[in-house]
């Protein structure tokens, strides 16, 4: 889909052409400008494949317009409607290499013939564009900045990303809407101002970010994360990447508004917390401060709905995790006791024996008895 901007400060004449547009059904996404100074700011903000644009605007002329846009934009398509008399400003967008003007009132099979045209370059550029590795380096943000590359730290920036993608991870899992976007825009703002970096990394960060995103949404299926992980890296624009993002952002933070209104949202942050916190002193008081609840209200609530007290639901996620690392790894006692919350390992001992009818090492032991008999 190519971005398209209509720009002309008659309001039925950018109706009239949203209307012949509808021809070209999913071939544009359209934007819409009243003057040319509202023009330049959408160019400014959006990477814009075709421009359809009145020659008299006011701020700014169609002529105007087009010459600043050239210089950071030389491959856009502009398509310039006119009146008879402005042939003067006709000359002068001939110079531009403007694609073609269209005299008003305009005539629906001459635009036709027109954006067919320009539809078909921009579907041939688009295929060899996809072979520039050349020209997707250069023009992959959209906005030029002035970043010497040398002072673009790999070891940092994977640093800086790997934190901000564990927070986000952490804030899916708790389902903390404000926290998500936050940390989602912080990371798609990083990567707006690193312009020197390549633009296969940048992919992979926002590929990473997308699996989190539609792993939130119940509705997606792998089909839906495969092609949108496709669409990533078929992308030439840095914006287009955001554009997507933003979209599935959005629709994770409505399930999480929608999903904070139900009555069992206190508690399902409360167990979440929990399992990524368990290795923690954990209290009643934080929880409570977690979810802006009572402390005496949330105790019994939790009970009513998990049919489970608080400190019986920390201790048998606690005791599951220390199953875990009993089995799967060669940690001692004393460590695991303090990996899963216990800082006394003599009562952490004495509570594994209670719950599993053996101590941490006869319940180990007897895991690899098992093992050999089998």
């Known amino acids: 889909m190519y971005t398209l901007l209509i720009a002309d400060d008659e309001a039925d004449e950018r109706t009239l052409i949203r209307f012949l547009l509808n021809e070209f059904e999913n071939t544009f996404q359209i934007l819409e400008a009243k003057n040319g100074r509202e023009a330049l700011q959408l160019l400014t903000d959006n990477h814009v494949d075709v421009l359809l644009s009145d020659i008299q605007m006011p701020f700014l002329n169609g002529i105007e317009l087009v010459s600043q846009v050239k210089e950071k934009n030389p491959d856009i398509e502009v398509l310039f409607f006119s009146g008879y008399d402005d042939f003067s400003y006709v000359k002068a ?35 060899e564009f996809s072979k520039s590795e050349k020209y997707i380096e250069e023009h992959f943000h959209d906005i030029a900045h002035n970043v010497p590359s040398g002072n673009v730290s ?94 599935y952002l959005s629709l994770v933070m409505d399930l999480f508004k929608q999903e904070q209104n139900t009555s069992n949202y206190a508690i399902y942050q409360v167990e979440q917390y929990i399992r990524l916190h368990y290795h923690e002193d954990i209290t009643l008081n934080s929880l409570a401060d977690l979810v802006y609840l009572n402390p005496n209200y949330l105790s019994n609530i939790f009970a009513q709905v998990t049919g489970c007290t608080l400190n019986k639901y920390i201790k048998q996620i606690r005791m599951e995790k220390a199953q875990e690392l009993l089995l799967n790894t060669n940690m001692k006692v004393s460590d695991i006791s303090q990996a899963v919350g216990y800082p006394n390992t003599s009562y952490f001992c004495k509570s594994f024996q209670k719950l599993f009818g053996a101590t941490p090492e006869r319940f180990r032991q007897r895991d690899i008895i098992n093992d050999k008999n089998i």
């Open 93 to 127: 967008a001939l110079s531009l290499k403007a694609v073609n003007y269209i005299l008003k009132p305009v005539d629906p099979v001459e635009f036709h013939k027109f954006l067919t045209e320009i539809i078909d370059r921009l579907n041939s550029h688009k295929i």
């Open 154 to 247: 790999h070891a940092s920036i994977d640093e800086d990303t790997n934190l901000l993608l564990h927070t986000i991870e952490t804030a899916v899992k708790m389902k903390q809407a404000g926290q998500l976007s936050e940390q989602v825009h912080m990371l798609l703002d990083k990567y707006a101002d690193i312009p020197k970096l390549s633009h296969i990394y940048i992919r992979h960060v926002c590929t990473s970010l997308l699996k989190m995103l539609i792993s939130a949404l119940p509705t997606q299926t792998d089909e839906d994360l495969q092609n949108a992980v496709k669409e990533i890296y078929s992308f030439r624009h840095f914006s287009d990447i955001i554009k997507m993002i933003e979209h």
